[in-house]
């Protein structure tokens, strides 16, 4: 099933036609562990657009087969409620147990549990919504605040177009070389902006 007709705009429907199907997963996870080709049956004719496109923009629900827990920096868990956000912990028969060659790594596991780095919220239909990555996020007053919350709204002042993106050794976007190499744009589109 793809995007509904009646999808907000903004959607990936509205602006290009296009049904998206959205997929999660990982190296570790070889590769999917969740996956948002749209609507629940069970939720269909019950949202408003703007709801329907909340869920649309969400990872997914939980391929079957996976086990996810959403652990706070304690390791305890917080529920499933689409506001609590904990760190992705996953597990399954094709997920990860361990690093070749590698001592246990507690900080990589925890009960058995594969930790993702990814911050996220599973609503209590089941959609999971990733908001950060761990190790992107600010710590205050025990808890995680996104990175992205400091930005001004979500639309950009600005827009470069690159014939292609640095990537690292093994394929994935390297965010250190793209921060180097636009923090001065950066730099002065903060300096620019008013208080």
Known sequence: MGLS???APGSASWL????VVHGYGATETTPLVAVNRGLKPSLR???TGEQEWDHQ???GLLVPGVDCRLVDEAGHDVPFDGVSQGEV???GPWIIESYHKLEEDTSRFLDGYWRSGDLGTIDPDGYLKLT???KDVIKSGGEWISSGSFARWQLPDRVIYVDALPRTSVGK???KAMRAA???TYRQATSAAPS
């Open 16 to 19: 290009t036609g296009a049904d």
């Open 57 to 59: 923009r969400r990872q």
């Open 89 to 91: 912990l996953l597990r």
């Open 173 to 175: 976007l390297d965010k």
């Open 132 to 134: 950060d990555r761990l």
């Open 182 to 184: 636009y923090a001065e």
């Open 45 to 47: 004719g019950t949202l």
């Open 5 to 7: 007709a009646s999808a």
